[in-house]
């Protein structure tokens, strides 16, 4: 079997390195603009992923690709704020999405179905999607990334195309961020992750019945995620040191850990645990570069935070967007791709930061609710425009900072590449 009767051609305008969110969105919304883009991922989906709880800052990049109506048609659990036990007297508090601005809701999905929606979206938009690829390298001509070299299970020898750009969307596989850039990692949030499903589990009361469950402990915390049908995502995060420190196995500990819950066991007190556990290590961390000659990254590949706050999707998802408008503008005037890449990683980073910040002083379990309101307010609202409250909400909904991603603009760029030059220049 050759490459071209998988459809693969030899030149792009965009390869993207990865079909989770990130990758697909990036994908989708470049070719629904005309683009010529092609995405390789490792696996084959629908596959299994973690992450299940979104936040309303995910929907805008899903009404740009038409899939809010799908979303709802798949039976999605809609997901309109958060339960917390967490704070110096451990009285549950609540927050809801309707308080941070016009996206009142998200979901609680199952990521394989999910993450296979957004890439079959960009195959619908004329993405060329190949799955079981692993790309191996990139191909670098005098100093710029011009295509990679891959591989395709079923099909023998590596092979190469060519693009104008390379995205690399591979998560924490990081396949260009690797060879490319130092990654910095924040000793704060090195945690690890143990988790599993139970069936037949009891729902919050009233306006929480779908509400994330987030219960603070003394050595960690856990999320109860509602899926579907009595169906519970249950996670236990702790600092990596701690697990470490302890003779018990992560599942030992997990079920220890979990007696110590309150809200939680009573939720799980008629459940049966359904699957076996799963493992991963959350240490967060930012690559040093975002970007370079003829690469880009957007999601994990860029940067990973704690997932206390169910970030982690809303974030690739959004950063594919903004990539997606910057690039299709890159194609158009490639005289400002330093400069517009530049733009990009500076409104990235900068939202990335905040978030990550605030998870950092959120893990303070000693202080008020009101503590962790005027934090976010100070964080993202000095001028305190809003009230705190409201600060908070549209921080764990992905609501401040997007509009430094979304609303990026290159006419000046454009205008100053563009200019003729003035006499005596």
């Not at 659990?77 to 007297?89: A, C």
Request: aromatic content about 12%.
């Amino acid at each position: 079997m050759s490459s071209t009767l998988l459809g693969i051609s030899d030149d792009y305008d965009v390869i993207v390195i990865g079909g989770g969110p990130a990758g697909a969105t990036t994908a989708a919304l470049l070719a629904q603009r005309g683009r010529r883009v092609l995405v390789f991922d490792r696996e084959r989906f629908p596959r299994y992923h973690v992450g299940e709880s979104l936040i309303p800052g995910f929907m805008i990049p899903m009404e740009e690709l038409g899939l809010t109506e799908r979303m709802e048609t798949r039976g999605f659990e809609r997901k309109y704020g958060g339960t917390l036990v967490w704070g110096n007297n451990e009285i549950p508090w609540n927050f809801s999405f309707s308080t941070g601005g016009r996206i009142p809701y998200a979901y609680h999905t199952r990521r394989a179905d999910l993450d296979t929606m957004i890439l079959d979206r960009a195959r619908e938009l004329g993405a060329t999607v190949v799955e079981e690829a692993t790309v191996k390298d990139t191909i670098e001509e005098n100093g710029r990334v011009v295509g990679v070299k891959y591989a395709v299970r079923g099909l023998d020898g590596t092979h190469e195309t060519r693009a104008s750009l390379v995205i690399d969307a591979s998560g924490q596989a990081r396949v260009i961020g690797r060879k490319y850039s130092d990654v910095n990692w924040h000793d704060q949030l090195q945690n690890v992750a143990v988790w599993t499903y139970f069936d037949n589990c009891h729902r919050l009361p009233g306006d929480e019945w779908s509400n994330i469950l987030i219960e603070g402990i003394q050595e960690g915390w856990f999320w109860g995620i509602p899926l579907d049908k009595g169906v519970f995502s249950v996670g236990y995060v702790t600092r990596s040191a701690t697990a470490k420190a302890t003779d018990q196995s992560l599942e030992e500990l997990f079920h220890s850990e979990m007696a110590q819950t309150s809200k939680l066991k009573e939720l799980l007190k008629d459940a049966h645990q359904t699957a076996g556990f799963r493992t991963a290590r959350d240490w967060s961390y930012t690559n040093e570069r975002f970007y370079g000659n003829g690469w880009a990254l957007v999601g994990d590949a860029a940067a990973f935070v704690d997932p206390l706050f169910s970030t982690g999707v809303a974030l690739a998802t959004m950063a594919g967007s903004a990539l997606s408008k910057i690039v299709d503008t890159i194609i158009e005037h490639p005289e400002i791709e330093e400069k517009a890449l530049d733009r990009y990683a500076t409104a990235y980073q900068d939202f990335f930061s905040d978030i990550r910040v605030f998870v950092e002083h959120f893990y303070d379990r000693s202080k008020t609710k009101g503590f962790y309101f005027n934090l976010a307010q100070e964080i993202t609202d000095p001028e305190k425009k809003n009230d705190a409250q409201v600060d908070f909400v549209k921080l764990v909904s992905g609501l401040t900072g997007n509009h430094q991603l979304f609303n990026l603009t290159f006419d000046d760029l454009i205008a100053d590449a563009t200019a003729p030059a003035t006499a005596g220049n």
